[in-house]
T-cell receptor, first 115, second 107 residues
């Protein structure tokens, strides 16, 4: 158990809909990372938040957004869903200090299926 | 061309064999990660390194900054080591992943 929790574990929805994925980092970790893993693209970095602020952006679509709340949990919002958004979405957390990198601890993932 | 290249893509070996998985990257990095993903999907961070060598149990990770190359070694491999091993680099606040090496250890 990494100490990172993600909900829900599975999500099935229809095209055009909007969903919210939730992540609670390990106690004391300030950074939260979101990743997408699809069969054809592999793991891709979406976005990182550090202590409530966006720190880095990867291949995140404009239809997707994220935020980190004062209690450090994070939510990833996916809207206008398309079939191609079906994937495993992981979040990870680390203690990261600004300018430094630390080991990341991964949550169990949310499997999103868009029908 | 992926900026992080792993080889081999697939590897099948007998229990007890010494395993090496390679990772090459094209641009200077801040840190390099080795991850393990089990068939159930869960991801575990094995190592994060920016220089030299790290060891944890039967796993050893090395990195050569000049050659932009890292290796993950598994000694005395066991069927429970069967998983996908993924290398990823931190660069400019972004994380770039290799496509992974699927390892299958036969009993």
């Amino acid at each position: 158990d990494s100490g990172v929790t993600q909900t829900p574990k599975h999500l099935i929805t229809a095209t055009g809909q909007r969903v919210t994925l939730r992540c609670s980092p390990r106690s004391g970790d300030l950074s939260v990372y979101w990743y997408q893993q699809s069969l054809d693209q592999g793991l891709q970095f979406l976005i990182q938040y550090y202590n409530g602020e966006e720190r880095a952006k990867g291949n995140i679509l404009e239809r997707f957004s994220a935020q980190q709340f004062p209690d450090l949990h994070s939510e990833l919002n996916l809207s206008s869903l398309e079939l191609g958004d079906s994937a495993l979405y992981f979040c990870a957390s680390s203690v990261d200090r600004r300018g430094a990198y630390n080991e990341q601890f991964f949550g169990p993932g949310t499997r999103l299926t868009v029908l | 061309k992926n900026e992080v290249e792993q080889s081999p893509q697939n590897l099948t070996a007998q229990e007890g064999e010494f395993i090496t998985i390679n990772c090459s990257y094209s641009v200077g990095i801040s840190a390099l990660h080795w991850l393990q993903q089990h068939p159930g999907g869960g991801i575990v961070s094995l190592f994060m390194l920016s220089s030299g060598k790290k060891k944890h149990g039967r796993l050893i990770a090395t990195i050569n900054i000049q050659e932009k190359h890292s290796s993950l070694h598994i000694t005395a491999s066991h069927p429970r080591d069967s998983a996908v091993y993924i290398c990823a680099q931190n660069r400019d606040d972004k994380i770039i992943f290799g496509k992974g090496t699927r390892l299958h250890i036969l009993p």
